[in-house]
């Protein structure tokens, strides 16, 4: 079992930059794929990036891509994720999330959440 706590989110102005960051319990953390969703008021999840184990294989939604970068550090059991050139849309609950299967975590079924925390991009 694997516990994550995102931190990071804030207020930033649009065109600003963010870092967030998810730190997972446990001594496994390099068997897990990560992943990033988010949720806006209103709208359903959705998939921001995905990093396989060892942190070779990404894989970023449409709406992010070239502006947002997931890394991870499996000596920290932490995956971040940095994100550049933010628009009013892109502000949501930020989510990570974990699973051994790749799928799950990019199909948004992971068995593992974390909290969430907020990002607000004003405009």
């Known amino acids: 079992q694997v516990q994550l706590v995102e931190s990071g989110g804030g207020l930033v102005q649009a065109g600003g930059s963010l870092t967030l960051s998810c730190a997972a319990s446990?001594?496994?953390?390099?068997?897990?794929?990560m992943g990033w969703f988010r949720q806006a008021p209103g709208k359903e999840r959705e998939f921001v990036a995905a990093?396989?184990?060892?942190?070779?294989?990404?894989s970023y939604g449409e709406s992010v891509k070239g502006r947002f970068t997931i890394s991870r550090g499996n000596a920290k059991n932490t995956v971040f994720l940095q994100m550049n050139s933010l628009k009013y849309e892109d502000t949501a609950v930020y989510y990570c999330?974990?699973?051994?299967?790749?799928?799950?975590?990019?199909?948004?079924?992971?068995?593992?959440w974390g909290q969430g925390t907020q990002v607000t991009v004003s405009s």
């Open positions: 446990g001594r496994t953390f390099s068997r897990y794929v």
């Open positions: 999330a974990a699973d051994e299967d790749p799928s799950t975590v990019i199909g948004g079924t992971s068995d593992y």
């Open positions: 990093i396989g184990r060892s942190g070779v294989s990404t």
